[in-house]
């Protein structure tokens, strides 16, 4: 798919897109770990924070992948 | 009554989908020039290209929300849906069937029916798949904007029309590439930002077993409940879900609608194609563990006093909504911003579904109706241009449908079905025709003609009390859902007898005519010499053995 005109891969829109929601998502962890009013059920275990990192990397290693094509 | 309300973190992360989407389509439009760019995405895909679009051409938003609620209500059997109503399918188009489909170089499904047959057969199908696809995208767009404006609150006519035209958009710059694309990019949104509903549910619960250990056996099994229908939740046996739900219903709906095979269908070769629907079947056959799993712990906390889980009313009947139940979950867990990837991920899912409706049926109508019936001297420049008229002609039609869904509701019940009424006889016809050399022109037409009209009759006479439903479903307490699965397996049976029958009577074509087109006349690729872990037959049986072992630990 990507020989022709040098298109950019799949691969990297997906992880640019991912790379960004990961990075904000673990932002908005940060931010919100001193603001108790937003309580969810099981906000002690800060899934934003976790869950935003794995996000963050998974882009970054498709953001490889795709420039490896 | 909105459930969720976006914060600022969640709405930027909405917007920055749109702007990315339609800037995946400006992107590629420089890249789609020809017909074969246009419509076929330029046959460039890998297999993983065009495996995981297509399992996400499938996978909307609408059949997340609608299983994880019909698990509320089915339990582990919605698990089938998947586990046997679509991997040995799938296995079997991409092992089977694509070999025909792809080496005779169609740009649609009713394409391989002109080849094979005629164009009578052809202009059959394409015009019902196109009017199917017409009809279904609207509902979609109409259930999209029910749920958007319960579950946000967003306004109907606003939520309707911005979707549509986003989609119409970055379809109309670049075609299936587009499609392909965004279909990815929903598939990577759906596991990112809908899988930890499942894992925070799942923890809430205790773990996975606690879970199971709480619901009652007729909704924890797949099988053991199943020799009588009165023992499980669907009101159906074994013989309904293997028959009608695995092999009719499903092979009907995963080998001949063009919806998904398209994508197949722009990889860049014969073994990428093949591999495109097996490598969609692992990532098929992990989706309960995002939908059912969500569906049993949504159900489990309806069932504890003080959880404050309350399903929604539906808004037309006031009964709770089981369908609700997935954003209410992504209330309860999510924080701000990743509430915003939930969401962004089920606006994926909407969108992307409505783009494959959007994409198959501008190269149906652009290939197998308008050049066939209006211009057959049409260039391959002008083919493009009506592809591209099309795509914004469709997603009006779409939006029209959806409003005459909102007016009239019942008008639902009808749609829905018809994708019994085309895709399990069609799977017969095609079946017949790949197989079975001596299968006619004369005998595929009137085979299929009677078995898309046997099966609406069926249809109208249930829903009218015309007979009792023992008659088709052999159980006196069947569910919609059982009289779906038999009417589909009767409606199969009957194009397979006619076309049959009519076939022995008249002329076949001459085997010079059907080569690449049926089997025995068509080179066999498993016997190329090709390394163990690049073969098809070798990642199917992988597959097909993880779904038995999934079949068994559940059973």
């Known amino acids: 798919m990507e020989e022709k005109k040098q298109m950019l891969s799949v691969w990297s829109w997906v992880g640019i897109i991912l790379s960004v929601y990961g990075l904000i998502i673990t932002g908005a962890g940060i931010y919100y770990l001193s603001r108790p009013e937003t309580v969810t059920a099981l906000h002690r275990l800060n899934p934003s924070l976790w869950w935003g990192a794995i996000i963050v990397v998974a882009g970054v290693l498709l953001l490889l992948a795709g420039r490896n094509r | ?555």
């Open chain 2, 1 to 555: 009554m909105a459930v969720i309300h976006l914060a600022l973190v969640d709405w930027l992360i909405v917007l920055i989908y749109f702007a990315f989407i339609i800037g995946i389509g400006l992107y590629l439009k420089k890249f789609t020039v020809t017909g074969e760019d246009f419509f076929l995405a330029g046959r460039r895909s890998s297999s993983w290209m065009a495996g995981l679009a297509f399992l996400s051409a499938n996978l909307g938003a609408l059949e997340i929300l609608g299983w994880t609620g019909g698990t509320m209500k089915y339990g582990m059997f919605v698990s089938h849906f998947y586990w046997v109503g679509a991997i040995p399918a799938m296995l079997f188009l991409g092992l089977y069937m694509m070999p025909f489909y792809y080496s005779s170089k169609i740009h649609s499904v009713p394409g391989y029916l002109k080849l094979r047959f005629d164009e009578r057969s052809r202009l059959l199908n394409a015009v019902s798949f196109a009017v199917m696809t017409l009809l279904m995208s609207g509902i979609n767009l109409y259930l999209m904007a029910l749920v958007l404006r319960t579950i946000l609150g967003w306004d109907w006519h606003l939520s309707m029309w911005v979707s549509a035209l986003s989609i119409g958009v970055y379809i109309a710059l670049g075609g299936l590439l587009s499609a392909i694309f965004t279909e990815i990019v929903q598939f990577f949104l759906i596991w990112s930002g809908l899988f930890l509903v499942a894992i925070l549910g799942t923890i809430e619960m205790g773990g996975l077993s606690q879970v199971f250990a709480q619901i009652p056996p007729e909704m924890a099994r797949l099988w053991a409940t199943t020799a009588d229908p009165s023992q499980n939740a669907m009101g159906v046996t074994w013989m309904g879900i293997v028959i009608g739900l695995g092999f009719v219903l499903s092979f009907g709906y995963w080998t001949t609608d063009f919806l998904v095979v398209q994508r197949a269908f722009s990889s860049k070769n014969l073994r990428a194609a093949r591999l495109a629907p097996i490598t969609a079947s692992f990532f098929k056959m992990a989706l309960p563990f995002i939908i059912v799993v969500s569906g049993l712990v949504a159900w489990r906390l309806t069932q504890m006093a003080g959880s404050g889980f309350h399903l929604l009313p539906h808004p037309s009947t006031g009964e709770p909504w089981n369908d609700t139940a997935f954003p209410l979950l992504i209330a309860r867990y999510y924080p701000p911003g990743l509430v915003g990837l939930g969401i962004t991920a089920l606006l994926a899912g909407f969108m992307a579904g409505q783009a494959g409706n959007v994409s198959a049926f501008n190269t149906v109508w652009t290939y197998d109706i308008y050049r066939v019936v209006f211009k057959k001297d049409a260039t391959d420049e002008h083919l493009v241009w009506v592809g591209r008229v099309t795509t914004i002609v469709g997603i009006v039609l779409s939006v029209v449908t959806a409003y005459v869904a909102m007016q009239f509701n019942t008008i639902m019940d009808y749609i829905q079905a018809i994708f019994s009424w085309v895709n399990a006889p069609l799977f017969a016809t095609m079946l017949l025709g790949m197989f079975w050399k001596r299968c006619t022109s004369t005998g595929a037409f009137y085979g299929l003609l009677a078995g898309m009209g046997s099966s609406f009759l069926m249809f109208i006479g249930l829903k009218f009390a015309w007979f009792s439903s023992y008659w088709l479903t052999f159980s006196q307490n069947a569910s919609d859902m059982s009289n779906n699965l038999w009417r589909a397996w009767w409606a199969w049976l009957i194009c397979f007898g006619v076309t049959i029958l009519i076939s022995l009577v008249t002329k076949p074509k001459s085997d010079q005519e059907l080569e690449g087109l049926v089997k025995g006349l068509t080179p066999n690729p498993d016997l190329e010499k090709t390394p163990l872990l690049k073969r098809p037959t070798f990642w199917a049986a992988v597959s097909l053995v993880l779904a038995i072992i999934l079949n068994i630990y559940f059973w």
